[in-house]
């Protein structure tokens, strides 16, 4: 069986997306599935297919490299050229049994375009509330635009993964009919409490501290600048030295982050998942979040697996995970105090943070990416028994024996 995925993001872009991706290229191939990928030219490499190694992916001539420019105000992200002639002659070469379209925009909605003329059925993924970034970026006017296209998109396929109960109930909403919730997956060996460097905290100047570590991309819609002002009153409510904050990740607020941040507060940029993420995460001692736009939150669930205790707010596919006082500690969106306050709470007791931390990593033993990739394999077989031409058994009965 033969599936591409279209996608506007891959390695070695690093993001929820293009890890799930890729984590799924590699996973179908070891059960045997013959995968292919249309995918941006990044200029790190020249070209797709020489996307490093990490997650267990590495970049091979399976990678079609689409031109791709970078967004000015956001250059970590490549905008793909529209080169429909390009997309839809793949899939007229490759005539896969699927195409997967991971992203709702050019790659994404070209390859749908070409595979629906091609006659090869389609599913989708949605992994971005492209509707609460209009709120985040200060244009909730398009808000219900975005929704209506996002709409449009997934009811032409044949199925859409989401890797959340909300975002599935959203797409019910805007018309979609066969939505399955999908991807809620953590490499739990990889992600583990074992990883813990006492070096690395030596590296880091971090003592004897409580350490708050935040890894994710830093962009409006994360709301990285709720945790720094929150941890700013965490260190008036304790005494001097007591708590850390280590932000981990890059994106387009990531100067302006600096300047708002106390000086003790440690920017990493961005790490190598491979290696230096998981033993950051076990390094510390629990994890932080604000976003309140994530359909799955996969930083969170890498920091459970790590056995951190999680900050953050219920919303959106954080909801799905974040247990209250058995794997973490919620507070209500976009409220810098209650934030704050669940920090000084956990830096205080060190007995609810070994607990809780315990909770969070069962509740990551329970979700593993195994699991998640035997059950897309049978759900991707299953499209395709569907979507397969019904014999025209009349006709054939019509014919004289041999």
């Known amino acids: 069986m033969r599936v591409l995925y279209c996608t506007d993001t891959y390695p070695p872009q690093v993001n929820g997306v293009s ?37 267990g992916v590495s970049g091979d001539e399976h990678v079609l490299p689409i031109p791709s420019v970078s967004l000015p105000v956001y250059p970590d992200v490549r905008l793909s050229l529209p080169d429909y002639a390009t997309i839809a002659r793949e899939v007229s070469t490759l005539r896969p049994d699927l195409v997967h379209c991971e992203t709702e ?115 409006a819609e994360k709301g990285v600048s709720l945790i720094v002002d929150a941890f700013r009153l965490v260190e008036r409510q304790l005494p001097a030295g007591a708590a850390r904050l280590v932000i981990a990740g890059a994106g387009p607020h ?12 440690v920017f990493l940029g961005q790490l190598d998942r491979e290696t230096a993420l ?35 707010a219920p ?34 007791d060190r007995d609810l943070t070994r607990r809780l931390g315990a909770g969070a990593r069962r509740t990551a033993e329970e979700r593993s990416w195994e699991m998640e990739l035997d059950r897309l394999d049978e759900s991707y077989r299953e499209v395709c028994e569907r979507s397969a031409p019904i014999p025209d058994l009349r006709a054939r009965s019509m014919q004289p024996a041999g």
């Open 315 to 348: 919303e959106g596919g954080v909801a799905d995970h974040l247990r209250h006082d058995q794997n973490g500690l919620a507070y209500e969106a976009r409220d810098v105090v209650g934030c704050a306050a669940a920090m000084v709470r956990l830096a205080s």
């Open 19 to 55: 890890v799930v991706t890729a984590l799924s290229v590699a996973g179908l191939r070891d059960r045997g599935w013959d995968c292919h990928v249309i995918a941006p030219a990044y200029e790190e490499t020249g070209a797709a297919t020489g996307a490093p190694r990490f997650a």
């Open 105 to 219: 925009f050019v790659i994404g909605r070209l390859g749908q375009h070409a595979a629906l003329r091609a006659g090869v059925p389609v599913v989708t993924s949605y992994h971005t509330d492209f509707a609460r970034y209009c709120e985040s970026y200060g244009q909730r006017w398009l808000a219900g635009t975005v929704s209506r296209y996002l709409g449009r998109f997934h009811r032409r396929a044949r199925r859409t993964y989401t890797p959340s109960g909300p975002s599935r109930d959203e797409l019910l909403r805007l018309g979609a009919t066969d939505v399955e919730v999908w991807g809620r997956g953590v490499d739990a060996q990889r992600f583990h409490p074992r990883r813990r460097s006492m070096s690395l905290r030596a590296e880091l100047g971090l003592g004897s501290a409580f350490v708050f570590v935040h890894v994710g991309r830093l962009a």
């Open 278 to 312: 998981p033993a950051l995460y076990a390094t510390a001692d629990a994890f932080v979040f604000a976003s309140v736009t994530e359909t799955l939150g996969l930083v969170v669930l890498e920091a459970m697996a790590s056995g951190l205790p999680v900050i953050a």
């Open 254 to 265: 990531a100067a302006a982050l600096r300047e708002r941040a106390p000086r003790s507060v």
